[in-house]
């Protein structure tokens, strides 16, 4: 085994859910969508909630459409007694970070971590341009698939990709999918209409509502619940200039960042489960991780299969993850975005033991 | 394993109003960063990530600020957390830079919180509407009046005392240079006089609606030996959450602020939180609550709490003053209000508290709760370093 931490403490990923991701959920409430995945996870392990040291969601109140919206979530957990328990307005990846951090203190040996989206209330298009600059940007709607759009041509007019490449890339993401059974799109689906050129139906993420759970825990603890345990040897996240004018759309510097902190380039990577929306973001981040072609990139489909959005980063990581409980990873690196164009980017590191 | 020791070496706040017109939501976290950074004497290049709070992104319209904010606060190429517990928010967030640093992740982290309430209506941003679920009656004093009027019945306290946590407060706020709401000719009696907005809880015993933001320098041991002026040294922190709406809950006293209060209590060796602590910035919103809480933070027995008001324990010269900056009585940018509480808590044992300085303040303790006191936050600092 040649597996190096860089931190204090060995932690990994033991168990792993997720909901059916789909089109709409209007009979569910958000409590009734991630309730059965907590359940889930948690008989993974056959830990309770009550034994869990930390319990860290994320989530975002603007698809709910009102404040507040993950304290009623919440109860779906079961609270009581009270929990160590906190919630970042992010993808679910970055819940893992901080859930992550509190084992590296010590003051707990597992984390149950949770993220749900529901983008089918509103349209979700819409919903993200509130995510822009509120005094410059905003105002002008450029909606999530326009932005994308301008980062796709980016990379068409520097030779880095075409509209062909572009449509394997859908098409491979969706036969992909065909064995995930949580996958919202699966097997061979039509490359579509343009929505905005050069992206059409195919490279763009459908709108889903989902749900996902991880469960972490610290060395022996972690190989008492799992048989073989996803350890992060690594993880870590960056963040890069709001502007798109300020960035070069073709390039993901954070991610090549949070990669390097995170040891990616220390080893030879097997599978990446990467959060592409776009399929012209698989593009930019295979380039950022130096990934080749041996590499299996989104086995389970990837975002362009289903895209809960907050959940959607976490599910990476839990795919990968799984991929190395079930034996067939030893090195996978799992991402996650936050922001237009690929502004922010997590990279995490999972490991197997070898024998 | 050891945890690193963390310290606060750099704190700023921005002068809390009603709305400030002249800055932009970046201007205004921007002005609370170079202010903590200038009071730890540090650069921009000397942060390693930065970890920003806020309450519901409804209150300014804005969706996941952190990645329009992220330039403003030189986060560009470094790590950016975005956190949100409701209204323990600003402790929240403080309380995950802290894991930073004390898991020897990152070194030195700026944390900050902010709300520009100005840019909105935080009444009925907390008031949308949702099916099947009990609205929070328009705003949060609708929520929690019912809570006050079951803590008068059960402790007979007398309907003096809400009034008496507001004059003191409001009259605190008037030494404390950043705080909002300046009050130069309050009493007793305006306060007594001042409408009912939901009974038992009159306009004076609210909070206000404030535009600020709050930022802290925390760092590890080699940092704190670089510090310019004194430390404050974390000697314990912790959250805890329960639910907002079940049939067990005590919401006069609820559980979870119990247990979050024990186990800061547990980590800083303190037994004797009333002779121990020196003072208390605790998130009052509405008066009441002084009271409500000093018995859920155990500086009071049960149905005692509003005895130590009474007896001006509570005031500045008295013998566990809270909230000598005010508190969220006369300042309150709700996403913020959490951090002032640790940082005003932080500022004590510093000895940087100016005119609300407590005298030889050794210990200290921050508060924040948020949702339906649903979610706590806390922390304990002290002037030296923890041992052990």
């Known amino acids: 085994m040649a597996r190096t931490s860089r931190h204090a403490r060995d932690v990994a990923v033991v168990a792993f859910a997720q909901s059916d991701h789909r089109r709409d959920t209007d009979e569910l409430s958000e409590v009734e969508m991630v309730m059965p995945v907590l359940h889930r996870v948690l008989a993974r392990t056959g830990l309770k909630a009550g034994e869990i040291g930390f319990t860290c969601s994320g989530s975002s109140d603007y698809l709910a459409g009102r404040a507040f919206s993950f304290t009623m979530t919440l109860d779906g957990v079961g609270a009581w007694p009270p929990i160590s328990e906190s919630h970042v307005e992010m993808d679910g990846a970055w819940a893992l970070y901080e859930a992550w951090v509190k084992i590296q203190t010590g003051e707990a040996d597992t984390a149950l971590v949770y993220a749900y989206g529901k983008s089918s209330p509103g349209s979700v298009r819409d919903v993200m341009t509130r995510q822009l600059d509120p005094y410059y940007l905003a105002p002008l709607w450029p909606d999530s698939v326009a932005l994308a759009a301008l980062q796709a041509r980016a990379l068409i007019d520097a030779g880095e990709t075409d509209e062909r490449a572009l449509a394997a890339i859908g098409a491979r993401s969706r036969t992909s999918a065909e064995t995930n059974p949580h996958a919202q799109l699966r097997g061979p689906v039509p490359q579509g209409e343009y929505q905005v050129a050069p992206l059409r139906t195919g490279d763009c993420p459908p709108v889903s509502d989902g749900a996902a759970a991880v469960i972490l825990a610290a060395g022996d603890v972690a190989r008492g619940l799992c048989e073989r345990p996803a350890w992060i040897t690594g993880i870590d996240h960056r963040i890069e200039a709001h502007g798109l004018g300020l960035r070069d759309l073709t ?18 990577v097997d599978t990446a489960e990467l959060h592409a929306p776009f399929s012209s973001q698989e593009v930019v981040l295979r380039k950022a991780l130096r990934l080749g072609d041996e590499v299996d990139v989104n086995p389970s489909g990837g975002a362009l299969a289903a ?38 980017n997590l990279v995490a590191v999972l490991e197997g033991d070898r024998t | 394993m050891s945890k690193e020791p963390v310290a606060v070496v750099g704190i700023g706040q921005t002068k809390h109003v009603a709305a400030r017109h002249d800055v932009s939501i970046a201007g205004l976290v921007r002005e609370a960063a170079v202010r903590a950074l200038e009071d730890a004497e ?69 944390t900050l919180a902010f709300e520009k309430q100005s840019e909105s209506n935080a009444m009925w941003g907390l008031s949308l509407p949702v099916p099947f679920q009990q609205p929070l009656l328009a705003g949060a004093g609708g929520f929690f009046a019912p809570h006050v009027r079951a803590y008068m019945r059960r402790t007979g306290a007398p309907d003096t005392v809400g009034s008496l946590v ?6 605190n706020a008037l030494k404390n240079p950043y705080a909002h709401l300046h009050e130069s000719d309050i009493t007793l009696e305006k ?27 925390l760092t590890d041991r080699e940092g704190a030996a670089r510090s310019p002026r004194p430390p404050a040294w974390v000697h314990g ?3 805890r959450s329960e639910p907002t709406l079940f049939a067990g809950k005590d919401f006069v006293s609820p559980q979870a602020g119990k247990d979050c209060a024990a186990d800061v209590y547990r980590q800083a060796g303190i037994s004797d939180p009333r002779r121990e602590i020196d003072a208390v910035e605790m998130y009052v919103p509405f008066s009441w609550y002084e009271p409500m809480w000093l018995e859920n933070l155990g500086f009071a027995a049960e149905g005692e709490g509003w005895k130590l008001t009474e007896a001006g324990v509570t005031e500045l010269d008295g013998d566990l003053p809270v909230n ?13 209000s959490g951090m002032i509480r640790f940082a005003e808590a932080a500022l004590q044992v510093r000895g940087q508290a100016g005119e609300h300085q407590i005298a ?3 210990r200290a303790m921050g508060h924040a709760y948020g949702g339906g006191a649903q979610f706590f936050a806390m922390w304990l600092v002290g002037a030296e370093q923890p041992t052990g």
């Not at chain 1, 990968?320 to 090195?331: F, K, L, T």
């Not at chain 2, 952190?66 to 209204?87: C, I, Q």
């Not at chain 2, 507001?166 to 009259?171: E, N, P």
């Open chain 2, 42 to 110: 540090l650069t921009w290049a000397d942060i390693d990530a930065v970890v920003i709070g806020k309450a519901p992104d409804f209150f300014e319209g804005v969706m996941m600020p952190e990645l329009y904010l992220a330039d403003a606060l030189g986060a560009v190429g470094k790590p950016m957390l975005r956190v949100h517990t409701a209204g323990s928010v600003g402790g929240s967030t403080a309380l995950v830079a802290m894991n930073l640093v004390a898991a020897r992740v990152h070194r030195t982290v700026l």
């Open chain 2, 237 to 239: 922190g912790a959250m």
């Open chain 2, 360 to 362: 030889d303040a050794r």
């Open chain 1, 251 to 268: 390039d993901s510097v954070s991610t090549r960042l949070a990669a390097e902190q995170a040891g990616v380039f220390e080893g030879t």
């Open chain 2, 166 to 171: 507001a004059y003191k407060d409001r009259r």
């Open chain 1, 307 to 344: 895209h809960p959005v907050m959940a959607a980063g976490l599910i990476r990581i839990g795919e990968a993850a799984a991929r190395i409980h079930r034996g067939e990873s030893d090195r996978a690196v799992a991402h996650a975005t936050s922001g237009p164009c690929l502004q922010q």
């Open chain 2, 191 to 217: 306060v007594q006089a001042s409408p009912m907005l939901w009974d038992p809880i009159r306009y004076s015993e609210t909070c206000p609606s404030s535009d600020g933001a709050c930022a802290m320098i």
């Open chain 2, 324 to 336: 000598p900056s005010g508190g969220v009585l006369s300042t309150n940018p709700i996403g913020a």
